[in-house]
């Protein structure tokens, strides 16, 4: 063998004054003392990494809320089947949010929480018998609602907020889309026909259901269109959710609207390329900033809500 191993002995060394500084000892993480707040336990993180964007995030969703700026959250199914609908149902009556935007599944899970008071599903049986889809109650109170609804020239939020609100079931207070009815919050459905399961009940009703679906697309345009300077979370959905909103604020900027300077972010441990490159970079363009915080939203989604409220005390009720 004829290479040889390098000698070293030769090699040219650099000082530490001339080497750039990735960190400051002002940025490290602190251990968290017992009986300590949760200003204490945010204090305790590190100011890098994951730390550092979610304190920039807390702090323009700050800016947003004082200056009277728009806060959107898009929800895929995990929001709900995570047990997160509580929370955002209170941060709707906190005024801490100026819109909700929902997959079809995110509704459908909503609907259900309403109803019992958890997410359910379906047994591998089901499938082989033809009946994984076929939920009865959820499907109906869905397809009556938006065909009622498409009479009134109604979009799926609104269809399903009013016929939540006319029901008496147990659990209501849980449910997103009955609270952001009752709160006057817009919120927008974005169902995919044939992938969700209540588009497949007997009570379906195709002209309505797209009526309904186009309503709130064109009701998501005009709340991008009004949503510069304010902040928009992507969560849990890597698909049909960051399309939306880029294909949204393209359809505004179209009609002459100026969306700029938005604050962006993905929470979701898994988002697509497609989906982080949509709402972090293309969506925050131009004169904004994005974020990507990868790791579960149950954790995530209370922390950098719970640290808003920490900051703003008393100016939230």
């Not at 304190?55 to 728009?70: C, E, P, Q, T, Y």
């Not at 609602?145 to 016929?163: D, H, L, P, Q, Y």
């Not at 960051?242 to 898994?270: C, H, M, W, Y």
């Amino acid at each position: 063998m004829s290479t040889r191993p390098l000698s070293f002995s030769s090699l040219r060394t650099v000082p530490i004054s001339e080497r750039k500084a990735d960190t400051d000892e002002r940025d490290y993480g602190a251990p968290y003392s017992a009986n300590g707040t949760l200003s204490d336990l945010l204090c305790s993180l590190p100011n890098l990494g994951a730390g550092a964007d979610l304190f920039r995030l807390r702090d323009a969703i700050v800016s947003a809320h004082r200056h009277g700026r728009k806060i959107i959250i898009g929800c895929g199914g995990h929001v709900m089947d995570a047990g997160l609908s509580p929370l955002l149902a209170r941060l709707i009556e906190q005024r801490l949010i100026s819109g909700i935007v929902l997959t079809g599944e995110a509704l459908l899970q909503d609907v259900e929480i309403a109803m019992v008071g958890q997410t359910l599903s379906s047994r591998d049986q089901d499938l082989i018998d033809g009946r994984y889809c076929m939920t009865e109650e959820t499907g109906r109170l869905i397809n009556d609602a938006v065909n009622m609804g498409s009479v009134e020239n109604w979009g799926f939020g609104t269809s399903i907020g009013k016929k939540l609100l006319d029901t008496e079931l147990e659990h209501l207070e849980h449910s997103v889309v009955a609270t952001a009815c009752q709160c006057g919050i817009p919120v927008t459905v974005h169902p995919t026909i044939g992938a969700d399961a209540f588009t497949l009940h007997p009570q379906t009703h195709g002209e309505s259901l797209g009526s309904a679906a186009m309503y709130d697309f064109r009701l998501l345009a005009g709340m991008m269109a009004e949503a510069g300077g304010g902040v928009v979370l992507n969560v849990a959905s890597g698909v049909v959710l960051p399309r939306l909103f880029l294909q949204a604020v393209d359809a505004a900027r179209n009609l002459g609207k100026k969306v700029e300077g938005l604050t962006t972010a993905v929470i979701d441990p898994s988002a697509s390329t497609s989906s982080v490159a949509d709402v972090m970079r293309r969506l925050s363009q131009p004169d904004g900033e994005g974020y990507w915080l990868s790791g579960p939203d149950e954790i995530l989604l209370p922390l950098l809500f719970g640290s808003v409220i920490d900051v703003l005390g008393d100016d939230v009720d």
